[in-house]
C-alpha cells in the first residue's frame, strides 16, 4: 500500500519560506513528498542561512551539494542542495540555475559539510563557487581536461593517467579502448529475437 503524504504542512511551508524571502524564492512546489525551492543564484546564502535559523523550518542538517546539465539553456547548469529538518521531520531541495562563468557564491560559511560537495560539482561540472577556502578537483587528477559529468564530455574522455613501470613515473596517454563498445538490442529471449542466435543454426527443425 503506497504510502499517504500530506502536501499541505510542506505547501504551508513552503508559502512562509516564499513570503519571508521575498524576491530571492522564483517559487516552490511539492512532488513526492518533498519541497523544492527555486531560488536567485546570488541569493544562495541568504536562503540557506534562513533556512537554517528560522524557527518554523531549523534545516540544521546539510546533506548534499549536487548539479545536473542542460546544455540547450542559456544556464545550463542546475545546482540543487538538499537540507534536512530533524524538528520537522522533512528534507528540502532548493535549486537554483548557473553557468560555467558566474560563480555561485559558497555555503561553506553557513554549513561547512559543504565544502567537499562544491569542490565535486566542480570537478565534474565545472560549476565555479565564489568564497570558497579551497575550490580545486577531488576526484579527478589535478591535470585532468574537461569535466566529466557534463552532457557533453566525450564518453571516452580525453587522457588517461597511470604508472609505467619502467619510467618509474606516472604517465598521461590518450584513452584507448580495449574492447569495442558493444551494442544491445534488449530483445526478450523468451520472446523471441528477430536474428538466429549463435549455436541455433545447429538445432533441428
Not at 503524504?5 to 518533498?34: K, Q, R, S, T, W
Not at 565544502?115 to 578537483?137: I, M, T
Request: glycine share 6%; with cysteine; net charge negative.
Amino acid at each position: 500500500m503506497d504510502e499517504i503524504i500530506n502536501v499541505e504542512p510542506l505547501a504551508a511551508l513552503g508559502e512562509h519560506i516564499a513570503g519571508a524571502l521575498g524576491a530571492a524564492v522564483n517559487g516552490f512546489e511539492v512532488a513526492y513528498g518533498e519541497l523544492t525551492l527555486n531560488v536567485e543564484r546570488d541569493t544562495i546564502v541568504e536562503v540557506v542561512t534562513f533556512l537554517r535559523d528560522d524557527a518554523k523550518c531549523r534545516f540544521i542538517a546539510f546533506v548534499d551539494v549536487c548539479g545536473a546539465d542542460y546544455p540547450a539553456r542559456e544556464f545550463r547548469f542546475d545546482v540543487v542542495y538538499h537540507l534536512l529538518s530533524p524538528h520537522l521531520n522533512q528534507r528540502i531541495r532548493v535549486k537554483l540555475q548557473a553557468d560555467d562563468v558566474t560563480p555561485v557564491p559558497s555555503i561553506v560559511d553557513v554549513f561547512p559539510g559543504a565544502n567537499w560537495f562544491e569542490r565535486e560539482a566542480y570537478d565534474l561540472y565545472g560549476v565555479l563557487f565564489s568564497g570558497h577556502p579551497d575550490l580545486r578537483r577531488i576526484l579527478t587528477d589535478y591535470g585532468f581536461d574537461g569535466h566529466p559529468l557534463r552532457k557533453d564530455f566525450p564518453l571516452t574522455g580525453f587522457v588517461q593517467v597511470r604508472y609505467d613501470e619502467e619510467r618509474r613515473r606516472v604517465v598521461y596517454e590518450p584513452v584507448a579502448l580495449q574492447q569495442e563498445f558493444r551494442t544491445f538490442d534488449y530483445l526478450s529471449p523468451w520472446e523471441g529475437t528477430d536474428y538466429v542466435l549463435p549455436g541455433d543454426e545447429k538445432a533441428k527443425n
